[in-house]
């Protein structure tokens, strides 16, 4: 059954996840505006390619010739020649998108620094060097990205980055995914994330495993960036969900990733049981206690919700959930789940398979 549950959960990642990459990873169009690349912009590269020790996945091996726009991972403007695309994901990520990984332990990953000849590349919209070791003697590239202004899509997800978050990355205004996710044991951290506000078009933000703890009124910065689809808060040592908004912005929100925090309240209280778009909501692993509240009620869309790993008391729901609809994951593993299983089951749509996912778990946690 637990299997099961991991499988549907990790299918929901992918299908976002492919979502966003999809795009990344098409095949280049073949560039227009009178062939060859520019001749700077090839330098820079170069340079780029200079910092990188070494590269067992052969990523870089065609990096040779005159015509920089038919590199692996290079995409050039068909109309202007420049450069526009940077894209040297580690490949072998792709095997295992879940699992914990440390580029810095795996061969196919490309090792060395990040150049700073890539600021030069005035024109580049997409950056990815993801999950690859790269992280320099002093993470100072992150600082300078601040000037890459062109920038619309960015992750540097699994580099072992360390010290604090630049907040020049808030110049970076026509942003719309940033992902700076940190694997294992994150040394990079951040005091203050109000310059995310200053990113309008932000669509898709991961800062799982970097370092938050004591940001106090982090829901209200998000909150001002109403354009935000998925949301990954995983492992940040947040320490509180339960700041009351207004009214929330956030009327696209459909993924909402905050396990593995440490928000020691009542589940009740949750800033995100308003955001009533939302698809996924992960909880778990928070010490979260009490009751869910009504307003989960009206979240029509909610296909999972994550409350496994949280304090053991009452996780019972008592509220009105028949319109969960869309309910197909209800994790409630290792929670206690006091009281009576009838008035649980009573309390759910009929309209989903939730109802029999549920016994099982409840039978599987009374070992019947
Ligand atoms: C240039 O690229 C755009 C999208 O990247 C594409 O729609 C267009 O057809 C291309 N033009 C040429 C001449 O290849
Ligand atoms: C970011 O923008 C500010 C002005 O808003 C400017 O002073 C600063 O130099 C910029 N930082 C970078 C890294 O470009
Ligand atoms: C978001 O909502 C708050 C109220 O909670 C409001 O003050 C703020 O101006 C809104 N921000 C945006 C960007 O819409
Ligand atoms: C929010 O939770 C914290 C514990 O994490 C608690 O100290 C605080 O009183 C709670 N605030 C509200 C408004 O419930
Ligand atoms: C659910 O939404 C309806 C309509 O927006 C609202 O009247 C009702 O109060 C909401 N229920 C809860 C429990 O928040």
């Given at each position: 059954m637990r299997r099961t549950i991991n499988l549907l959960l990790a299918l929901i990642s992918i299908s976002i996840f492919s979502f966003f990459t999809n795009d990344a990873l098409q095949p280049q169009h073949p560039?227009?505006?009178?062939?060859?690349?520019i001749p700077a912009e090839r330098a820079a590269l170069l340079s780029f390619k200079k910092g990188?020790?070494?590269?067992s996945a052969n990523l870089?091996?065609?990096?040779?010739?005159?015509?920089?726009?038919?590199?692996?991972?290079i995409g050039c403007?068909?109309?202007?020649?420049?450069?526009?695309k940077l894209h040297l994901r580690?490949?072998?990520?792709?095997?295992?998108?879940?699992?914990?990984?440390?580029?810095?332990?795996?061969?196919n990953s490309l090792f060395g620094e990040i150049s700073?000849?890539?600021?030069?590349?005035?024109?580049?919209e997409h950056l990815d060097l993801s999950m690859?070791?790269?992280?320099?003697?002093?993470?100072?590239i992150l600082n300078l990205?601040?000037?890459?202004?062109?920038?619309?899509y960015l992750d540097l997800s699994g580099i072992p980055f360390a010290g604090r978050v630049p907040?020049?990355?808030?110049?970076?205004?026509?942003?719309q995914y940033l992902d700076l996710a940190q694997t294992g044991n994150s040394m990079m951290y951040s005091?203050?994330?109000?310059?995310?506000?200053?990113?309008?078009?932000?669509?898709f933000l991961s800062m799982s495993g970097v370092q938050l703890s004591g940001i106090a009124d982090w829901p209200h910065t998000l909150n001002?960036?109403?354009?935000?689809?998925v949301i990954h808060l995983s492992s940040?040592?947040?320490?509180?969900?339960?700041q009351s908004l207004?009214?929330?912005?956030?009327?696209?929100?459909?993924k909402l990733d905050l396990s593995?925090?440490?928000?020691?309240?009542?589940?009740?209280?949750?800033?995100?049981?308003?955001?009533?778009?939302?698809k996924y909501l992960d909880l778990g692993d928070n010490r979260l206690f009490g009751q869910l509240p009504d307003?989960?009620?009206?979240?029509?869309?909610?296909q999972v919700l994550d409350i496994s790993?949280?304090?053991?008391?009452?996780?019972?729901?008592?509220?009105?959930?028949?319109?969960?609809?869309?309910?197909e994951i209800l994790d409630l593993s290792v929670?206690?789940?006091?009281?009576?299983i009838a008035v649980l089951m009573k309390s759910l749509?009929?309209?989903?398979?939730?109802q029999t996912a549920l016994l099982e778990l409840y039978h599987h946690r009374l070992g019947i």
């Open positions: 560039h227009a505006h009178g062939g060859g690349c990188i020790t070494s590269d870089l091996i065609s990096w040779d010739g005159q015509d920089c726009c038919r590199w692996r991972g403007n068909n109309r202007t020649g420049h450069v526009v580690s490949t072998i990520v792709e095997d295992n998108p879940w699992g914990y990984y440390d580029p810095c332990e795996h061969d700073p000849s890539l600021l030069s590349l005035k024109h580049l690859n070791c790269l992280p320099g003697p002093n993470s100072k990205m601040g000037s890459m202004t062109n920038l619309r907040s020049q990355l808030g110049n970076l205004s026509k942003l005091m203050d994330i109000t310059w995310l506000a200053k990113l309008p078009f932000l669509q001002m960036i109403p354009p935000l689809r940040c040592s947040l320490d509180s969900a339960n207004l009214h929330l912005n956030l009327t696209k929100l459909e593995s925090n440490d928000f020691e309240h009542s589940l009740t209280y949750g800033w995100f049981w308003k955001a009533t778009t939302l307003t989960l009620g009206n979240m029509t869309y909610l790993r949280n304090e053991n008391t009452n996780m019972m729901m008592t509220g009105y959930y028949k319109n969960l609809c869309s309910l929670n206690g789940i006091n009281g009576d749509p009929q309209c989903t398979s939730i």
